[in-house]
């Protein structure tokens, strides 16, 4: 009994070493678009992307609730988010077709034309 529970204990302590280290989706593997939010709906949401300049759209996974502020300790509906808000958007860049948001932050709320990085 004494060998089979040092054997059992040697077994968790190999997979707890083993075993890949949990992070949040949203930065493990992700990448990320910071711009201006052009459209929010209930499936998708369109940014302006500052790097590229162009418009890139993002489905949303059904129940979507991964929307917080750049903290962290606010997390907002999905109807609250208003055009020229600027986000950043968390993606999976290996997923085939389309891209999926896994997460939203809202940066700092609406902007003008000049205050635009």
């Known amino acids: 009994m004494l060998k089979f529970m040092a054997l059992c204990a040697l077994a968790l302590v190999f997979a707890t070493v083993t075993s890949p280290a949990r992070t949040p989706a949203?930065?493990?593997g992700s990448a990320w678009v910071i711009g201006s939010l052009v459209h929010a709906?209930?499936?998708n949401v369109?940014?302006?992307?500052?790097?590229i300049g162009k418009e890139l759209s993002f489905l949303l996974p059904p129940n979507f609730n991964q929307?917080?502020?750049?903290d962290g300790r606010t997390q907002y509906q999905l109807s609250a988010l208003r055009r020229d808000e600027i986000v950043k958007v968390f993606y999976d860049p290996k997923n085939l077709g389309p891209r999926y948001a896994e997460r939203i932050e809202v940066l700092?709320?609406?902007q003008t034309e000049n205050?635009?990085?």
């Open 115 to 117: 205050q635009k990085p």
């Open 108 to 110: 700092n709320g609406r």
């Open 41 to 43: 709906s209930s499936t």
């Open 67 to 70: 929307i917080f502020s750049a």
């Open 46 to 51: 369109k940014v302006i992307d500052y790097k």
């Open 26 to 28: 949203a930065t493990a």
